[in-house]
């Protein structure tokens, strides 16, 4: 028989898929479970097997991810709109542990959970087949044409035994926790306390704390003045922000099917990274290198939400921002306080901040230099100005 590699959460929809894709479709199903966050990968593996798939492949690819994918985004200080980007990033890692997978089982369908209405759905598709053109790839969800109800009861029907998934629809790993549906469809209301899981809001937050980071080559190397691998720093650094109000995110996001979403994200961690990262950018790259970088961020960015992280442009960049951060050493302190981040002090063995000249009150840098700089700077505006009248009070 057939088979599908089935990429696996443990929630309603893919579990309903092992018997949906079996009975449908006529395909035996082996399931792929990857621990980006803090999946109990054993007891997944059991509801699988349980459920009726051949087998259940489980992995934790956490370090891999901080590794792989989250230095990188960290580099190219990703963000859209102020989404770290954190369900986005993980799903090629995804695509490329289920295509390795299938191969490796002689399997060439992959099947995944998302809707017909969402940018994973993208991801999961381009990902794949940029690694893969000949696996076929089905998103049962968008075929189904069954409600939340009908599934549950689909589910009762086939004794699939699911813990209520709760009022949101939720998806998390180390970089963040996104959270849809419900209550926050209504735009018109403020977000229920009960979304938020890994940040106490900023309201119910303490007399704050201070911290300091340490980078070498734009990647955190150690949090208050302790060692550690990126994963860890993450670890600590989402629990530490979460209790001081950090990373709370509530927008419209435009995604890139053309539909307007309301989401809230939980990111501690990330919000607190990419900030430092930015002050210690910008204490040590010149004004031309921080023109570019910031264009280069943006399509980074705006490719990885978009689901082109296999686009060779992604490797071009990678490239780019590894050399843009190659100075970007030193260390920041923040204080942090009922959601805000307070810079506390920077250093960096490569700063280019000269304070024997930027300083009040001694003279180092002749001012009356500035005068010739404008008189030649001002030229090019004021002829413009000049010759195109567009300035009323020219005359
Ligand atoms: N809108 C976000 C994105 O496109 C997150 C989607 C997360 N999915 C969820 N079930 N909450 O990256």
């Not at 894709?21 to 792929?32: A, F, P, Q, S, Y």
Request: charged share 25%.
């Amino acid at each position: 028989m057939e088979k599908a590699l089935l990429l696996y959460s443990g929630g309603l929809d893919t579990s309903v898929m092992v018997k949906w894709i079996k009975e449908r479709l006529g395909m035996d199903v082996v399931t792929l479970t990857l621990d980006i966050g803090n999946s109990d990968l054993d007891e997944i593996r059991e509801k699988a097997l349980k459920i009726g798939a051949v087998d259940a492949i489980t992995m934790d690819v956490k370090k891999e991810f901080a590794d792989n994918y989250l230095s990188k985004e960290i580099h190219a200080n990703g963000i859209y709109g102020e989404y770290p980007l954190s369900t986005a990033l993980a799903r090629p890692l995804m695509a490329e542990k289920a295509v390795s997978v299938a191969l490796e089982n002689d399997i060439n369908v992959i099947a995944h959970g998302s809707t017909g209405k969402g940018n994973d759905q993208v991801r999961f598709e381009v990902s794949i087949n940029a690694l893969n053109d000949k696996i076929r790839v089905i998103a049962p969800v968008r075929e189904w044409n069954m409600t939340r109800l009908e599934e549950i009861e689909y589910a009762k029907k086939n004794n699939i035994y699911v813990k209520s998934d709760g009022k949101y629809s939720i998806d998390e790993n180390i970089w963040g926790r996104s959270i849809e549906g419900s209550s926050i469809e209504n735009i018109n209301k403020p977000v229920d306390d009960d979304a938020f899981e890994w940040v106490t809001p900023p309201y119910y937050c303490g007399a704050g704390e201070s911290i300091s980071i340490e980078f070498s080559n734009g990647i955190p190397v150690s949090l208050n003045n302790k060692n550690m691998d990126l994963l860890n720093i993450i670890k600590n650094l989402n629990i530490i922000a979460g209790r001081n109000g950090i990373g709370i995110i509530n927008m419209i996001e435009s995604r890139l099917i053309g539909l307007k979403s309301h989401e809230i994200y939980e990111c501690p961690a990330a919000t607190i990274i990419l900030k430092a990262h930015r002050y210690l950018e910008s204490l040590v790259l010149n004004r031309n290198e921080l023109a570019i970088k910031g264009y280069v961020d943006n399509q980074w960015s705006n490719m990885v939400y978009n689901g082109l992280w296999f686009d060779p442009a992604i490797n071009h960049m990678n490239e780019f921002e590894r050399s843009s951060n190659e100075y970007i050493t030193g260390k920041v302190n923040l204080k942090l306080y009922k959601g805000n981040i307070v810079l506390e002090g920077l250093e960096s063995p490569y700063s280019l901040y000269d304070y024997d000249t930027i300083n009040y009150e001694t003279g180092i840098f002749d001012q009356n230099s500035s005068k010739g700089f404008i008189d030649i700077y001002k030229n090019e505006t004021i002829r413009s100005n000049r010759i195109k009248k567009t300035l009323t009070v020219i005359h």
